[in-house]
């Protein structure tokens, strides 16, 4: 398969952090944020497609891959997620630019959009959410004590729960566990693609994904939905057990300017399962968006 040319580059946020990107093609910009713990690849599919025609671009959120080290921990917040965007997008000389998030990089986004409106184009949400997901996930309360039984025994212990995390993920047992909770659809989604994600996610440093982790469920962009003037679309995966679909159908009712789009036997990870008829949707509707006389610098 032809790959499209890319460059790279890093540069230094607000704090110091460094964050790294990827752009490809030419066009209108079009930025891919993924979600907690997850990497580009989440997004290949969508990068060669949108490529021939857009400007994609991808980066790794701060503590994320190569966006390391996180200068200050504290600043692993929300609002340290969307300075990173925007200062990516200044350093780039983007003044506006179509996004697309995915999970949790659907709030990052709603969050972006709440301290800068005027740098959208428009927004896609992929099984995506407007606040704390957590209670009810997989149809149980339970995941929310577990999370704070693992953070406070983290607190006591990080050097043996660090390994512990890394095994955990390691473990060839966990792709197949991802996918039963709903995060993949095995009979579609290439088990590469998992094994690239699981790989990516013992990356990840464990303190770094609980304070991201406690941000995601503290988030209420609420207040932002009925405020969104763009063009907004909703694609929620059918058999998602992570983000239950009536955070999506909640997307398609408050947002003023929204289209819905649900995928048959889609999971939490609708673009990897079903990537030719995501990006066809996708597609669709960036084009139905009307084009500014001035997008880039």
């Known amino acids: 398969m032809q790959t499209?040319?890319?460059?790279?580059?890093?540069?230094?946020s607000f704090d110091g952090t460094p964050i790294y990107y990827e752009v490809r093609?030419?066009?209108?910009?079009?930025?891919?944020?993924?979600?907690?713990?997850?990497?580009?690849?989440?997004?290949?599919?969508?990068?060669?497609?949108?490529?021939?025609?857009?400007?994609?671009?991808?980066?790794?959120?701060?503590?994320?891959?190569?966006?390391?080290p996180v200068i200050n921990m504290d600043e692993l917040t929300m609002d340290a997620l969307s300075k990173d965007i925007l200062g990516?997008?200044?350093?780039?000389?983007?003044?506006?630019?179509?996004?697309?998030?995915?999970?949790?990089?659907?709030?990052?986004?709603?969050?972006?959009?709440?301290?800068?409106?005027?740098?959208?184009?428009?927004?896609?949400?992929?099984?995506?959410?407007?606040?704390?997901?957590?209670?009810g996930m997989f149809g149980l309360d339970v995941v929310e004590p577990f999370f704070?039984?693992?953070k406070s025994q983290y607190e006591h212990q990080p050097l043996l729960w660090n390994s512990l995390w890394k095994m955990a993920v390691d473990n060839p047992m966990s792709m197949y566990l991802a996918a039963l909770a709903g995060g993949f659809n095995l009979k579609v989604t290439h088990f590469k693609?998992?094994?690239?994600?699981?790989?990516?996610?013992?990356?990840?440093?464990?303190?770094?994904f609980l304070k991201l982790f406690e941000e995601l469920m503290r988030y209420d962009g609420e207040t932002v939905l009925p405020t969104i003037?763009?063009?907004?679309?909703?694609?929620?995966?059918?058999?998602?057990?992570?983000?239950?679909?009536?955070?999506?159908?909640?997307?398609?009712?408050?947002?003023?300017h929204s289209e819905f789009v649900l995928v048959p036997y889609g999971s939490h990870c609708t673009q990897l399962d079903f990537?030719?008829?995501?990006?066809?949707?996708?597609?669709k509707f960036l084009q139905s968006v009307e084009k500014p006389s001035k997008t880039k610098k």
């Not at 499209?4 to 230094?12: A, L, M, Q, R, V």
């Open 88 to 135: 990516m997008l200044k350093h780039l000389g983007i003044k506006k630019a179509h996004f697309a998030g995915h999970s949790f990089g659907a709030p990052v986004i709603l969050n972006t959009y709440a301290m800068n409106p005027d740098v959208f184009l428009s927004m896609t949400f992929i099984n995506g959410f407007a606040k704390n997901p957590i209670k």
């Open 148 to 150: 704070y039984f693992v």
């Open 275 to 283: 990537p030719d008829y995501t990006d066809l949707k996708m597609e």
């Open 229 to 256: 003037e763009v063009p907004a679309l909703v694609i929620a995966g059918e058999k998602d057990m992570v983000t239950p679909l009536r955070f999506q159908y909640h997307f398609k009712e408050t947002i003023k």
């Open 4 to 12: 499209t040319p890319k460059t790279t580059g890093t540069f230094d």
């Open 25 to 68: 093609g030419q066009g209108e910009p079009l930025v891919l944020v993924y979600g907690i713990a997850c990497i580009i690849n989440h997004w290949h599919h969508q990068i060669e497609y949108f490529a021939n025609n857009y400007q994609v671009i991808t980066f790794d959120l701060r503590g994320h891959q190569k966006s390391n």
């Open 193 to 208: 693609d998992i094994e690239v994600y699981m790989r990516g996610v013992a990356r990840l440093n464990l303190q770094v």
